[in-house]
């Protein structure tokens, strides 16, 4: 049984939407309803974006921003996804350092490759594709103090890491 077509001589403010007529329809419903009603459902193309090239420095700076925009709008909920025993403001700490390090790139097609390689960061770990650790390494010299590089090689043969 179809349902009359809705337009504005049928549909009164404040009145629901009338209901299917068949006990299929409804199971239907009902089913759509509560899959759409989960507490966590991983959309990989939630995020997804096509890949562009800037067209000049003005859009690219624009690009730059909105990426370093969602990273901190993003970053309480990295927290709590991760379960990170760090404050949020020590994540937007970390994002902004990520950020100032690509600083003094003066080359257009190298800050498209880096606003590529930080959205698919943002996408991986917003969809959870990553694991603690790999959030965790952005901070692994906060945590250890020996984690820091050695200054030459000789010093980090020595060390035995080569």
Not at 84 to 98: D, F, G, M, Y
Not at 105 to 128: G, I
């Amino acid at each position: 049984m179809r349902l009359p077509p809705r337009n504005r001589a049928n549909v009164r403010l404040g009145e629901p939407p009338p209901k299917p007529a068949s006990s299929r329809q409804v199971k239907l419903q009902d089913t759509f309803e509560l899959t759409n009603t989960a507490n966590m459902v991983i959309n990989p193309t939630y995020l997804a974006q096509r890949t562009r090239s800037s067209v000049n420095w003005n859009d690219a700076k624009r690009r730059v921003i909105h990426s370093y925009r969602d990273w901190l709008r993003s970053a309480p909920e990295v927290q709590t996804m991760y379960s990170l025993n760090l404050p949020v403001s020590t994540l937007r700490t970390k994002i902004r350092q990520e950020f100032e390090r690509h600083r003094y790139v003066n080359q257009l097609r190298t800050v498209d490759v880096l606003l590529f390689s930080s959205h698919q960061e943002f996408q991986e770990t917003l969809n959870f594709w990553k694991q603690t650790s790999h959030v965790l390494k952005y901070f692994r010299a906060e945590e250890e103090p020996k984690a820091k590089l050695p200054s030459n090689f000789i010093n980090g043969f020595l060390e035995g890491r080569n």
